[in-house]
C-alpha cells in the first residue's frame, strides 16, 4: 500500500519550506524505492480567502484519511483583526484537536558546526540534546470559559488553564517513555506555586513516576526552567510541561541553538500524527527565498520515524542535514560571514547529500 501524506503548506513562509520538505520525501521516496503519495490542501489564511474559514472540512477530512500531515506555517497580518475562529491560527488548534494529536515531540540538538551560531558560550552549549514533550490540546489555548465580555468596567477578556487527570497522565506517560529510551531524566515544569492546576500538574506525574523508577525526575517552575536553560542548557534531558509553557519554552530553546529555523516537531496522540517545523509564517520574508528549510525537512525524518517507522530512510535524512551544515553551508538566519545559500539551494543540497549517502553507504 502507498503511504500517504496530507501536504498543507498554509501562509508565508510555510509553502517555501513544504516545497523543499517535499523534495525530500520524493528523493527517499526514489532512493528506496517507496510509493508515496502526496496531496496538497488549503489551511490558513489561504483557505479563508477560498473557503471562508481556516480549515475546511476538505482539508480536515484528507487529513484524518492519510498516514501522516506535514503542516508548513498559519498566519497573516491581513487577518489580524479577524474574531478569534477566523483567524489562520485558529485552523491549528483546530486540526491538532481532530487528529488528537496530543503530545507534541520539539527535540532540539545543538550540532558541532553550529555553536557558534549560538548566543551562548560554547562550554554552556556544546553537547546540548533536549526532547521538548508539550501537552498540545488543553490549557490556555482551548479550555473554556474564554472570550471577550462586556462589563460596567469596560471590555474583560478571559481564557481558562484547565486540565484533567487523564489529560495528565497521558502526556506524562509519553514524556517518561522518551526518558527512558534517552538519558533517563526528566525535567517537569510548572507553576504549582501560584496555580492549583499545576498542583495537580505536580501531583500526577509525581504519582506516574512510580511506574518509571529508572528515570530520575525533577519538578521546575517554569520561570526557573526558562532560567537555567539558558545557565545549563546541556543538563535538560527531556522537558515535560503543558501547552503554553511549552510554546514559550520551546521558543527560547531555539533561540539558544541559533536560529527558530532549524527546530522540527512531530505532533502524536490516538490518530494520524502531524509534522511541522516550530517556526511561523515569517511574512516579511515570504517570497524571498531565504527561509531556512532546515526544521521542515527535519519533521520529515520525524514523520519516518514515528508513523512509517523507517528508521534508515530518517537517520539518512538527518544525517544530510548535519553534513551539509559541517560542509559550511548556511541560510541567512545562520550566516555569520554574509555567505549564505536560499531556502530553494539548502534543500538541494541535502537531497544531494541523501543521494550521495545512499549510493554509498546505505544504512
Known sequence: MPLRIAVLPGDGIGAEVTTQAVKVIATIADCFRHEIVMREYPVGGVALKTHGTPLP?????ACQASDAVLFGAVGSPEHDDNPPPMKPEAALVQLRLGLG???NLRPAVMHPALI???????????GADILIVRELTGGLYTSDPRGIDATPRGRRGINTMAYDEAEIERIARIAFQFARQRRKKLSSVDKANMLEVSQLWREVVTRVSADYPEVEVEHLLVDNCAMQLIRRPRDFDVILTENIFGDILSEEVAAVLGSIGLLPSASIGEGVSL??????SAPDIRGKNLANPIGAIGSV????RHSFHLHREADHIESAIWRVLDRGYRTPDLARDGA???TEEMGDLICREIRRAVEERPC
Open 101 to 103: 494529536t496530543f503530545a
Open 301 to 304: 525524518a520525524l514523520m519516518f
Open 116 to 126: 557558534d551560531c549560538s548566543p551562548l558560550r560554547p562550554e554552556c552549549i556544546q
Open 57 to 61: 472540512e476538505e482539508t480536515l477530512s
Open 275 to 280: 509534522y511541522e517545523p516550530v517556526h511561523g
Open 340 to 342: 549564505w545559500v536560499s
